[in-house]
């Protein structure tokens, strides 16, 4: 007589204390054969995916693999956010959150290559991050199983604690007083601060604090929209360059600021966040576009820059629409070379000016407040007047209806 086969199931793993429940939940009361997996967009370091692989195999894992789509991350989702400048309510570069897409994306695909029967995640029941897991899972591959201890179950942190404890492992799953999740494109902090209207995190919350002091000088230089040297450093490896942009923003404490927003649950939410290097990067980018783009590129290419990240925060991502957003922005972007110059201060920045071929100021039809050279006075003249037609007509009719205001 044969032993049944356990069915297979893929864990999106961290190695925090619900998603180490759920291992030995999953095995033990489940009677899974438990696989885990961490996509990596930039956010860990090699000794923190190293201490996130021994858990995995301590927990009793039958296996673990650290799937690195840091680069996939940036061709696919950074690399657009760029150039749509996207800031959700004009503040929060969409940090972490745009990373669970591509995390989701990488996990459900290697479940698909195991042979697993089901994919679990440790998400709660009252964020977004359950919204983006699960959409994402159920388009790619539906015919795959979701299974969500933590949402599913009403648990305290003492229970998972001693479930663990009963289990045979033991690890020290100290609460702490703020949540960190730290990415590539920026660090989002949750604390209690973070669940009241009226409060604001204090300083010791963020894990950069200012140790610059002084005025200091950035440049940051981009070709066809993308990030292309620092300081005049030329990075082929566009990661690295974000990277740099962030160790030189942090030490100033440059990109702090408090998210509200719409979750996608319909609840609103609050989360601290820092993003030296999105906020610098995105800002000295619009300031290029000011100067290269016209008029109508900027506008149009701002409507869609907002959808797009509307659309990525609220696990849209996979909708078709999102291809063709990505090929208006990415036309957009053709002339969006050059160099900008920042000044960087405690706190605080200031944009300086723009080097580029592609400078629209730099013209020989006119210098604005100063000379025309393209127009003669007359050419004004005239025109001033059929401009203003339409409303003379308006105001006209007022005053022969006895409207006037």
């Known amino acids: 007589m044969t032993e049944n086969k ?24 489940l009677g899974y054969e438990v696989h885990t997996a961490i996509a990596n ?66 996990t459900i695909e290697y479940a698909k ?16 991050d359950q919204v983006r897991f699960d959409l994402t899972f159920q388009i790619l591959a539906p015919e795959i199983e979701i299974i969500t201890p933590t949402r599913d179950l009403t648990l305290t942190r003492e229970y998972e604690i001693d479930y663990l404890k009963k289990h045979g492992y033991e690890a020290d799953f100290k609460k702490l007083e703020y949540s960190i999740n730290k990415g590539l494109w920026g660090t989002s902090i949750g604390g209690k601060e973070t669940l009241h209207s009226e409060q604001t995190l204090p300083d010791e919350a963020y894990p950069s604090q200012v140790t610059a002091t002084e005025p200091e000088k950035l440049t940051i230089s981009f070709k066809e929209g993308e990030i292309s040297a620092v300081n005049g450093k030329e990075y082929t490896d566009k990661v690295e360059a974000i990277r740099e942009v962030e160790r030189i923003g942090s030490r100033f404490g440059i990109g702090r600021d408090m998210h509200i927003g719409d979750t996608i649950i319909g609840i609103k939410g609050r989360v601290g966040f820092e993003a030296a290097g999105p906020i610098l990067i995105i800002a000295a980018h619009k300031m290029l576009e000011k100067h290269t783009l016209t008029k109508w590129q900027q506008y149009w290419k701002d409507q869609v820059g907002t959808w797009y990240g509307m659309f990525l925060h609220e696990a849209q991502y996979l909708e078709p629409v999102m291809r063709d957003i990505e090929k208006m922005l990415e036309s ?4 969006v070379t050059g160099t900008v110059e920042l000044t960087l201060r405690p706190l605080s920045y200031t944009l300086v000016g723009v080097d ?3 400078d629209l100021m730099k013209t020989d039809f006119g210098e604005y407040g100063e000379v025309n050279k393209a127009w003669t006075a007359d050419d004004v003249k005239g025109f001033t007047k059929i401009l203003g037609n339409q409303m003379k007509i308006y105001h006209n009719n007022q005053v022969k209806n006895g409207k006037a205001e």
Do not use: C, W
């Open 6 to 29: 356990k069915k297979k199931v893929l864990l999106a793993f961290s190695g925090g204390l619900d998603t180490s429940f759920a291992v030995k939940y999953l095995s033990e009361d």
């Open 41 to 106: 967009t930039g956010g860990f370091s090699e000794e923190e995916l190293k201490v996130i692989a021994e858990k995995s195999k301590r927990l009793g894992a039958a296996s673990h693999a650290t799937l690195d789509i840091t680069q996939d991350y940036y061709d696919k989702s950074i690399k657009y956010m760029v150039a749509g400048n996207v800031l959700r309510n004009g503040t929060y570069p969409i940090s972490v959150s745009s990373e669970r897409i591509f995390q989701a994306i990488a």
């Open 113 to 128: 290559k195991i042979g697993a029967d089901a994919i679990a995640h440790g998400s709660t029941g009252a964020g977004n």
């Open 332 to 335: 957009s972007q053709r002339n």
């Open 356 to 358: 580029s071929p592609f």
